[in-house]
DNA sequence: ACCTGAACACCGTTCAAGT
DNA sequence: ACCTGAACACCGTTCAAGT
């Protein structure tokens, strides 16, 4: 006899977000998951098929919601504001979720990891910025080399291992404009030496 | 009565380490770990305060071999080639253990991460090296920066971020080879050079 | 001093049984 | 069709009891 669903994947998701942001990933966990939408813990396993799943769809969540953000933001004129931009919006997206934030580049096992596609869709105003100025050939290279600076920089502040003293903010500006300037293109003269 | 120790912290450090890095960190399992030094779950407590308190012992293991595997590979007599041997000597020991190198700089509590004075000591040789190219002032800065990138590249790496085709290792000497040369005094439009 | 079994509160997951 | 309690194999950790 069919019974009206008492909660759905989407409740699911939002309610598993939010535990991971306030408790973190290990405390996560499939009774408090369902706890907090209602339902005993075994009914989960009825809207997704295991917590790796679980974990999987809190990252589309959220790359979907940070792509957006990114987009809105990479709408200037000129390629090295909208990287600024993008890397502005990165690091205050993970300061308003940084275990979500965290969560989407971890190590992982590949069926836990968000969709490819959405990593794609997410990638698209880096890679259309970076093109401008580092050159169709190096348009990939310099991208990760971009998003390995502004990534490596947001991990480490979340993780917090600056410790040495030191204004983190002028850090991050600082690191901004040189990788900015250095995506000239690099031969720009035939008699003097580079930058 | 005493009874001679059937185990050490030395012994169940290492078996630690090594079960975190054949089979990461969620199957790093007192029990497990016990089990490979050969006593019962409960005896490890007497070594250690709790799971966490290893983390951090492995952390402490990890970062000083890192560290000296850097010392060892600065020792250029340009700070240019030492920068590059420290983002490399970073990259290889992750590819030899990709989970400790992970643990090292994760989102932990405060008491499972590795000692700062430890930290400290990792860090002078890039310290050392970015002072000589960036200046004194800019010092801390660049050195974010580097570090950023590099470990940035490394855990995007290591988590199977760089999915859009291209070559990684291409990738990786093209970041380093650019921002090797980003350490210049940025202001050189007064007709001259750094250096 | 160190090790042990038993115990406690918690996990993820399966499954037969309910509606 | 969805939800549930009971069950299983596993956790981390404590503690009284052994030697």
Known sequence: MPTPPRTSLTAIVRAAR???ETDGLEHLTM???AQAVGVRGPSLYKHVRDRGDLVRLIGNDA???LSSRVSAAATHE???QDLQ???R???GFARDYPETYSLLWARMPDAWRFDQDLNVLATEPLLRAVACLAGEADRLA???MFFAWAHGFITMELAGAFRL???VDAAFEFGLGRLVAAFSPPVRSQKSSQR
């Open 63 to 65: 790359i979907q919601e």
């Open 142 to 144: 310099a991208a990760r």
């Open 31 to 33: 009774l408090r998951v």
């Open 89 to 91: 919006t990165l690091r």
């Open 165 to 167: 003293g030191g204004d």
């Open 18 to 20: 939010h535990l991971l």
């Open 78 to 80: 000129n390629p090295r």
């Open 85 to 87: 931009a993008i890397a």
